[in-house]
Protein backbone atom coordinates (compact mmCIF):
# COMPACT_ATOMS: atom_id res chain seq x y z
CA UNK A 1 0.00 0.00 0.00
CA UNK A 2 1.22 3.83 -0.62
CA UNK A 3 1.89 6.27 1.97
CA UNK A 4 -0.51 9.22 2.15
CA UNK A 5 0.98 12.25 0.63
CA UNK A 6 0.83 16.12 2.06
CA UNK A 7 -0.66 18.52 -0.18
CA UNK A 8 -1.70 21.86 -0.13
CA UNK A 9 -4.91 21.15 -1.38
CA UNK A 10 -6.01 19.68 1.23
CA UNK A 11 -4.69 22.70 3.54
CA UNK A 12 -7.31 23.99 5.71
CA UNK A 13 -5.46 27.03 5.81
CA UNK A 14 -4.79 27.08 9.75
CA UNK A 15 -1.14 26.45 10.10
CA UNK A 16 -1.88 24.31 13.72
CA UNK A 17 -4.57 22.11 12.32
CA UNK A 18 -2.66 21.77 9.03
CA UNK A 19 0.71 20.89 11.58
CA UNK A 20 -1.50 18.13 13.47
CA UNK A 21 -2.86 16.59 10.20
CA UNK A 22 0.60 16.04 9.06
CA UNK A 23 1.26 14.26 12.00
CA UNK A 24 -1.81 12.06 11.40
CA UNK A 25 -0.62 11.48 8.20
CA UNK A 26 2.97 10.49 9.29
CA UNK A 27 1.72 8.51 11.85
CA UNK A 28 -0.92 6.39 8.92
CA UNK A 29 1.85 6.01 7.23
CA UNK A 30 4.37 4.55 9.80
CA UNK A 31 1.67 2.24 9.97
CA UNK A 32 1.74 1.06 6.34
CA UNK A 33 5.25 1.11 6.41
CA UNK A 34 5.23 -1.60 9.43
CA UNK A 35 2.60 -3.71 7.23
CA UNK A 36 4.58 -6.76 6.74
CA UNK A 37 5.48 -6.38 10.98
CA UNK A 38 5.05 -9.69 13.03
CA UNK A 39 1.74 -9.79 14.27
CA UNK A 40 1.88 -8.35 18.31
CA UNK A 41 4.78 -5.64 16.42
CA UNK A 42 6.02 -3.29 19.49
CA UNK A 43 6.62 -0.71 16.82
CA UNK A 44 2.75 -1.46 15.72
CA UNK A 45 1.31 -1.58 18.36
CA UNK A 46 2.91 1.45 19.67
CA UNK A 47 1.68 3.66 16.27
CA UNK A 48 -1.41 2.64 16.34
CA UNK A 49 -1.74 3.59 20.21
CA UNK A 50 0.02 6.73 19.14
CA UNK A 51 -2.21 7.14 16.41
CA UNK A 52 -5.39 6.96 18.66
CA UNK A 53 -4.20 9.20 21.41
CA UNK A 54 -2.62 11.88 18.68
CA UNK A 55 -6.41 11.43 17.04
CA UNK A 56 -8.22 12.32 20.35
CA UNK A 57 -5.67 15.66 21.18
CA UNK A 58 -6.18 16.66 17.47
CA UNK A 59 -10.12 16.18 17.30
CA UNK A 60 -10.19 17.80 20.65
CA UNK A 61 -8.24 20.98 19.40
CA UNK A 62 -10.31 21.13 16.46
CA UNK A 63 -13.78 21.18 17.98
CA UNK A 64 -12.35 23.70 20.25
CA UNK A 65 -11.62 26.03 17.41
CA UNK A 66 -14.78 24.87 15.91
CA UNK A 67 -17.18 26.31 18.88
CA UNK A 68 -15.07 29.02 18.84
CA UNK A 69 -16.29 30.10 15.40
CA UNK A 70 -19.70 28.80 16.02
CA UNK A 71 -19.59 26.23 13.14
CA UNK A 72 -22.78 25.27 12.34
CA UNK A 73 -22.15 21.86 11.82
CA UNK A 74 -20.39 21.03 15.24
CA UNK A 75 -22.83 18.34 16.24
CA UNK A 76 -22.57 16.72 13.04
CA UNK A 77 -18.95 16.76 12.85
CA UNK A 78 -18.44 15.60 16.56
CA UNK A 79 -20.20 12.60 15.51
CA UNK A 80 -17.81 11.92 12.72
CA UNK A 81 -14.78 12.42 14.93
CA UNK A 82 -16.42 10.27 17.85
CA UNK A 83 -17.11 7.50 15.36
CA UNK A 84 -13.45 7.45 13.99
CA UNK A 85 -11.85 7.48 17.82
CA UNK A 86 -14.52 3.93 18.46
CA UNK A 87 -12.81 2.62 15.21
CA UNK A 88 -9.35 3.12 15.82
CA UNK A 89 -9.54 2.01 19.59
CA UNK A 90 -11.14 -1.46 18.61
CA UNK A 91 -8.17 -1.45 15.90
CA UNK A 92 -5.79 -1.28 18.99
CA UNK A 93 -7.40 -3.44 21.61
CA UNK A 94 -7.82 -6.18 18.64
CA UNK A 95 -3.92 -5.88 17.53
CA UNK A 96 -2.79 -5.56 21.23
CA UNK A 97 -4.77 -8.44 22.16
CA UNK A 98 -3.64 -10.63 19.38
CA UNK A 99 -7.21 -10.60 17.69
CA UNK A 100 -6.02 -8.95 14.77
CA UNK A 101 -3.20 -7.25 13.04
CA UNK A 102 -2.84 -4.27 10.99
CA UNK A 103 -4.16 -5.51 7.82
CA UNK A 104 -3.98 -3.82 4.39
CA UNK A 105 -7.83 -3.29 4.98
CA UNK A 106 -7.44 -1.69 8.02
CA UNK A 107 -5.14 0.18 6.45
CA UNK A 108 -6.79 1.54 3.72
CA UNK A 109 -9.91 2.57 6.15
CA UNK A 110 -7.61 4.54 8.23
CA UNK A 111 -6.04 6.27 5.16
CA UNK A 112 -9.16 6.86 3.21
CA UNK A 113 -10.94 7.87 6.46
CA UNK A 114 -8.53 10.18 7.23
CA UNK A 115 -7.85 11.97 3.68
CA UNK A 116 -11.38 12.21 2.94
CA UNK A 117 -11.96 13.37 5.87
CA UNK A 118 -9.61 16.34 5.69
CA UNK A 119 -10.44 16.85 2.16
CA UNK A 120 -13.96 17.11 2.36
CA UNK A 121 -15.21 17.85 6.11
CA UNK A 122 -12.35 19.84 7.38
CA UNK A 123 -11.98 21.22 4.18
CA UNK A 124 -15.58 22.81 5.58
CA UNK A 125 -14.23 24.71 7.87
CA UNK A 126 -11.83 26.82 5.98
CA UNK A 127 -14.39 29.95 5.84
CA UNK A 128 -14.99 29.60 9.72
CA UNK A 129 -11.10 29.21 11.02
Not at 1 to 18: F, G, Y
Not at 59 to 88: A, G, I, S, T, W
Not at 92 to 110: H, M
Amino acid sequence: METIQWTEKISVKNEKIDNQHKKLIKLTNDLILHADATPNSKIVNETLYELLKYTEYHFRVEENLMEKFNYPKLEEHKKKHQDFVYQVAMFCNDVSEGKATVTNEILKFLSSWLIQHISIADQDLVNYL
